[in-house]
């Protein structure tokens, strides 16, 4: 089991800590209903340093992303950010990463923890059979990441930096000076549909970074945030994860991602995912709120009134924002409309529910 660099520092504050994608981290601090409501009306922190980070580099940097990459990289300017995934050969996705363009030739892709090995592999295995031969780096080992989440997140951390956080647009980013640490990637970016702040630093520097963070925000209530109000707060906002939502299997035109996969330019599996689009959908990822009380959860059946089974759930909860069951799941295209009626086969009881487009949460 691996540790962050801040590991003993949430053991101090009495965490909850669980395994998690090979890392032992935080779960909650004072549970999953309170931390969530910090960040959605205020500002907490989460350590999210199991993350992974590759460096793509070189003349040939663009070419291997536009080919690994279902989005067009070449849109990215210099201090922005894109939101991507891996189609693999077989149909599905490898994995969903944002794109930061560090230089002209330089980028930085930020993968899910659980699959930074396969990640790796599925990119040096396409550069080098490609014939690329692009500059790859694997910094996951050495690299932090801070997410100060929440609506109060920029009048909380400006005391710790010069450059005009208000100033920095969504999906983009400043590398600069905060909290006394030089160098430093502030984006503006996150999980949580609730606004804030990504900061990525060397792991030396994380404890330093998390004490001023917590610091510069004491006068806004922040708080430490653990995963499980990181996932009810992402599945609010109808945001996928990788291994429910979306896996080796999911076609990303089947989980909603074809605004990310772009036919373009050519990439891993692009012809046949073209097909697929020509041919018509037989499933659809869908949001779903429960119209009595109940909790949906992953793996549970999406059926007809007469119990005959539509689909399944990928991602279920007790929505702490709004209120009710809320989920996502992939349902037969004649299901997928908004106001569909559906049911989650609750263990013998069959709950009603409507398709409802997502966000759940429209605060």
């Known amino acids: 089991m691996k540790n962050t660099a801040l590991t003993k520092v949430h053991e101090a504050l009495g965490a909850k800590m669980v395994p998690f994608a090979g890392y032992n981290m935080p779960v909650s601090y004072e549970g999953v209903n309170a931390e969530h409501d910090t960040v959605r009306n205020g500002v907490g922190v989460f350590d999210v340093s199991h993350m992974g980070e590759f460096l793509v580099s070189g003349e040939k940097a663009l070419d291997l992303l536009q080919w690994v990459c279902s989005n067009d990289v070449s ?11 891996f189609p693999n050969a077989t149909g599905g996705i490898v994995d969903d990463l944002i794109v930061y363009r560090i230089k002209e030739d330089q980028y930085m892709l930020v993968v899910n923890a659980s699959n930074i090995d396969k990640d790796w592999a599925w990119v040096e295995k396409q550069n080098a059979e490609k014939g690329y031969n692009a500059d790859l780096r694997n910094i996951s080992e050495g690299h932090s990441l801070l997410a100060i989440q929440g609506p109060k997140a920029i009048e909380a951390m400006q005391s710790l930096t010069e450059v005009d956080l208000a100033g920095i647009k969504f999906y983009t980013f400043e590398v600069a000076p905060f909290a006394g640490l030089e160098n430093v990637i502030i984006s503006a970016t996150g999980y949580t549909g609730s606004g804030g702040f ?13 004490t001023k963070v917590l610091e510069a925000g004491a006068d806004w209530g922040i708080k430490p945030i653990g995963l499980a109000a990181r996932d009810t707060l992402r599945l609010e906002m109808g945001y996928c994860l990788y291994g429910n939502d979306i896996d080796d299997t999911t076609s990303p035109l089947e989980a909603g991602l074809g605004w990310v996969t772009k036919f373009t330019k050519d990439f891993v599996n692009s012809d046949a995912l073209k097909a697929q689009k020509e041919a018509g959908l037989k499933q659809r990822l869908v949001g779903f709120e429960l119209t009595e009380r109940g909790i949906p959860r992953q793996g549970y059946d999406i059926v007809t009134e007469e ?3 539509i689909g399944h759930v990928t991602s279920g909860t007790m929505g702490p924002s709004v209120d009710k069951g809320i989920g996502m799941g992939y349902v037969d295209t004649a299901f997928t409309k908004a106001d569909s009626a559906i049911f989650i086969q609750i263990r013998k009881k069959r709950v009603p529910a409507t398709v409802v487009k997502t966000p759940f949460y429209k605060g």
């Open 75 to 85: 849109k990215i300017k210099v201090g922005g950010a894109q939101y991507n995934c």
């Open 198 to 210: 990504e900061i990525y630093c060397k792991n030396e520097e994380a404890e330093q970074l998390w």
């Open 307 to 309: 119990g005959t089974k």
